[in-house]
């Protein structure tokens, strides 16, 4: 039997109309597959506001919590307003949505009289926007005569104790999907589920953390055995670049599992990486849609897309980073430098986004968010303190305010002259290239440039190199 998991963006359900028009795009889907599981965040914004009342409540501001509660409870009024103004739903509805922003409220008033917050309280905070909301979107399929039912994925998605950042547990994930999703499927219902959310073993709530509700979408693929899985969105697929600094930026219509892997860690906002992992084990094909131009294809992630020799699909900057050196004549052939320079780096729990060597073995320099620069160094300086007192070892130094500028496609695997060309169009516009990186995948390859030459960069290799392929 056909089956496909359609998650729709926190944007995509953020309203009336939207909510109305995702679930016609279900509707419309009805007919060509046998199986409909859909997966919805919560409004756009809900979620923000309901951990910025556990905030302000675990710091003793008892009245933002209490404000924002209003607040909640009349934009969703709204919304179920303008969706079941005729419908004998309606007041049922409002008393579910009273009930969970009670539950907020009491949560945050616990919040206030403890002082903290802890990671478990704000996972249960955080998911009940989720919740709210695939009640929503459930009756409004009702409306349009589809046999809907809300589905909390607590009772679903098994993860670790990790709470805001869970890990599924897939054997037992796939052990409950059978036992609770199959047989409403079979019965022709269509579950709407709450991404974002999980629970351990014993049903403590948990969150998957960014890109959570994609992440839920693809757990839920890879368990249905899905046909494939669409994500909804506000765009119309992945571009070619940014399209506020690249105007014309195009369409992607394919791409690998490795380049989309890529593109994301590099600064793409469209999918997570952790987001494709489950859907990458079982080989489902990923839709990126855009629920308010359904007409347009999107683009259609797979595991081996054709790709021609030496084109570079797409390219993108990350911004906020500071590029830290450690260097020193005397590491020439010293061995355990980087492993200790890394071990030091992560005790202060730095994401590193690159690392470049050079052969002489004289320097190390790693890019890190601009944020953690200042404990990464004082750290690098406790565990190297005597290298720095014997001058093995120069200095450790941030050079701030630079740009990682990565240009991606599978196609740059074994082919030579790729760098070759980047450089060349770099050059050409008198772009400095700080530090270069290449992961042994040849699927992307990665620049250090100064912040304020980036979107020059970006727009010169779009320009020179992308839409010189693609033309």
Known sequence: MKTVVMKFGGTSVGSAEAIEQAASLVRKARPDWQHIVVVVSAMRGVTDALIRGAVTASRGDAQTYQ??????????????????????????LLKVIEAYLDTFAAFCQSVHVLGEVTPRAMDAISSLGEQINAR??????????????????????????HFQEAAPLMDLTRERVESKLKPMLRDRIVPVVTGFVGATEDGVTTTLGRGGSDYSAAILGAALDADEVWTWTDVDGVLTADPRIVPNARIIPE????????LAYFGAKVLHPKAIRPVVERGIPLWVKNTFNPGCAGTRIISEPR????????????QGLSMVTVEGRGMMGVPGIAARTFSAVASQGANVL???????????????PTAGVSPVITALENEMALELARRDIDRVWSMDDVVIVSAVGAGMRGTPGVAARLFSTLAAEAINVIAIAQGSSENSISLVVAADQAAQAVRQIHSEVINYEQD
């Open 136 to 161: 929503i979107v459930a009756a409004q399929l009702c409306e349009l005569g589809i046999y809907a039912q809300a589905v909390d994925a607590s009772e679903l998605v098994v993860t670790d104790r």
């Open 255 to 262: 791409l690998s599992y490795s380049e989309i892997g890529e």
């Open 354 to 368: 690159m690392i470049s060597q050079a052969s002489s073995e004289q320097s190390i320099c790693f890019v890190i």
């Open 67 to 92: 404000s924002l509660v209003a607040d909640l409870r009349t934009r969703h009024a709204r919304v179920v307003a303008e969706l079941l103004s005729k419908s004998a739903s309606q007041s049922a």
């Open 307 to 318: 790709t021609t020799p030496g084109t570079i699909k797409a390219v993108t900057a990350i």
